[in-house]
């Protein structure tokens, strides 16, 4: 199927970029993404990244003031007390340290049915990044979703090793979870994690602890941005032919050049241990929370969040995901004055939005098209059984500017969620 970057599927919000399964495009077109985009690579000529210094700590300082330079051209630069109010508090760890989270809540107080709560975790590495990060997100969650955002500053590697930065993130949400009253938050209204490369390999990771140790009320949504999912040391032997962009994303501005096992080195994780690699996790991925992916498709890690969209898929877990063809990783923090990169905002806002999505509202959005032919009205529609008409509305989400594409004559599947589930998963088409 052609892709069509101003184009996403009938079952999903409209954002800027296409939105099919990853199911529906084949390893060619995968590949095909990760050609260089004009407009990224003109960019990123004219204005090269410089953070690489032979001192670790001093790449750490020139990342932060690199990033501080390019903020003025966020789509949200800085505070905006008018409508968001941000606190900061100390919150105590297990091995009796603190550390600080930044608070994001409505100055006009919940909305009706209460605040859902999101965690985000930053980039960097396990090992750089800050508050500042995920500023922008946060405020933008606040302000249009009327969400309580916690802004986790997790310690870091090299003085911080491998567990401490996850279990501070564990450690954090269970105190979100437990002054949810204090911070105007109803977790049961919605409780998100997610953050972006670093921050989204956490966010897995705590989705999946979340399940196994039965957290309530559950996490409920998991937004994995560029997320780092599977160590290149731990591919199984089944998929190694598949998991190709870290070794051939070779144009990518932020990660060309990084040497395999550096961040490793650096962060010190016990290979085979769930915190680590959320992809091989040893009692799989069943129950988890639904995912919101947005990957570059020049990323050297698309094809690990390629891998982990189709495994939870294969698990029976609701996922979107968002592939943006010719453009790296953190593009849109590195070059915020492309087109591309505010689309991707805009694009993060649905996709969240979709994740806070409550059952009883999720009828067409809720659903997985296993082939274009499938979404014409017939015999081969899951829902024919059950809804012979099924002629289902396509919902507009209150802050879209167009309405949703609604092809004549098809059908939507809304009904497939309601119809006896298998005993084991249906397998998308590969």
Not at 3 to 29: C, D, Q
Not at 134 to 162: I, Q, S, W
Not at 194 to 222: C, F, H, M, N, Y
Not at 278 to 296: C, D, I, L, R
Request: charged residues 20%; hydrophobic residues 35%; proline residues 10%.
């Amino acid at each position: 199927m052609p892709i069509n970057v101003t184009t996403w599927g009938i079952n999903f919000l409209p954002l800027s970029i296409p939105y099919l399964p990853m199911a529906h495009l084949t390893r060619e077109e995968i590949l095909k993404s990760g050609e260089v985009a004009p407009e990224y690579r003109k960019a990123f000529e004219a204005r090269p990244l410089d953070i690489a210094r032979a001192d670790f700590f001093e790449s750490r300082s020139a990342r932060a003031e690199h990033l501080q330079k390019l903020r003025h051209l966020y789509p949200i630069p800085g505070p905006i007390p008018d409508v968001v109010k941000e606190t900061m508090h100390t919150v105590p760890m297990r091995d009796g340290a603190t550390i600080n989270v930044r608070v994001y809540q409505p100055v006009a107080g919940p909305p009706e049915g209460g605040s859902p709560l999101i965690m985000m975790f930053h980039e960097g590495g396990w090992s750089m990044g800050d508050l500042t990060d995920e500023d922008m997100n946060c405020r933008m969650f606040t302000r249009d979703l009327g969400a309580v955002c916690v802004n986790v500053e997790y310690r870091l590697a090299p003085e911080h090793k491998f567990p401490v930065g996850v279990n501070d993130c564990w450690d954090a949400l269970k105190w979100a979870i437990a002054h949810s009253s204090q911070l105007q938050a109803t977790p049961s209204r919605g409780l998100l994690v997610g953050g972006a490369s670093a921050g989204g390999q956490l966010a897995a990771v705590l989705a999946l602890q979340s399940r196994d140790e039965k957290l309530e009320p559950p996490i409920t949504g998991q937004y994995l941005c560029v997320p780092a999912i599977l160590p290149d040391t731990n591919v199984p032997a089944e998929v190694a032919h598949l998991y190709q962009s870290r070794s051939t994303s070779t144009n990518d501005p932020v990660l060309k050049g990084l040497p395999p096992g550096a961040i490793e080195a650096v962060y010190g994780p016990e290979q085979f241990s769930p915190l680590w690699d959320p992809y091989n996790h040893p009692q799989g991925h069943k129950n988890v929370a639904k995912a919101f992916f947005q990957v570059g498709g020049l990323d050297p890690l698309r094809d690990e969040a390629v891998l982990y969209d189709r495994k939870l898929r294969e698990s029976g877990v609701l996922t979107r995901f968002a592939l943006y063809d010719g453009y790296g990783h953190m593009f849109w923090t590195n070059y915020p004055e492309l087109e591309q990169s505010k689309r991707f905002v805009e694009d993060t806002l649905m996709g969240v939005r979709w994740l806070l999505e409550r059952p009883s509202r999720m009828m067409v959005l809720d659903i997985t098209v296993r082939s274009v032919t499938e979404l014409k009205c017939g015999a081969s529609c899951p829902a024919a059984s059950t809804f012979p008409k099924h002629q289902l509305p396509l919902r507009r989400p209150p802050h879209s500017r167009q309405p949703h594409p609604r092809p004549t004559g098809y059908c939507n599947g809304a009904a497939e969620r309601y119809l006896p589930q298998p005993a084991e998963p249906v397998a998308v088409a590969k």
